[in-house]
Nanobody
Framework: EAQLVESGGGLVQAGDSLRLSCAAS?????????IGWWRQAPGGDREWVAC???????TYDTSLKGRFTISRDNAKNTVYLQLDSLKPEDTAAYYC??????????????WGQGTQVIVSS
């Protein structure tokens, strides 16, 4: 069973940036697997943010593309989500996900516990 641990969330002001990290437990490799990020705002549904497949190709929710950037470092077994030009509506719990296969084409197989991002106006 994979364990995904997110970090990097916090309280920031509108316009600020944050970099979220997702690390996997030992014994579970991100190499060869699609890794994604989802978020859930207070009182809202969980929504997909971005995904990066095993060869590094990334896809984004169209409303977030240009402000958010997903990347991966297989040597560190870590995936990142760079959040720029943050807005109050980006306030949410952000979850890292992992697929057992290489492509971002299905619902995730594993979820992290989430890291909270709060953006004040």
């Amino acid at each position: 069973e994979a364990q995904l641990v997110e970090s990097g969330g916090g309280l920031v002001q509108a316009g600020d940036s944050l970099r979220l990290s997702c690390a996997a437990s030992s014994g579970f490799t991100f190499d060869g697997r699609a890794i994604g990020w989802w978020r859930q705002a207070p009182g809202g549904d969980r929504e997909w943010v971005a995904c990066i497949n095993s060869n590094g190709d990334a896809t984004y929710d169209t409303s977030l593309k240009g402000r958010f950037t997903i990347s991966r470092d297989n040597a560190k077994n870590t995936v990142y989500l760079q959040l720029d030009s943050l807005k109050p509506e980006d306030t949410a719990a952000y979850y890292c996900t992992a697929d057992l296969d290489s492509y971002c084409d299905s619902l995730p197989d594993y979820w992290g516990q989430g890291t909270q991002v709060i953006v004040s106006s």
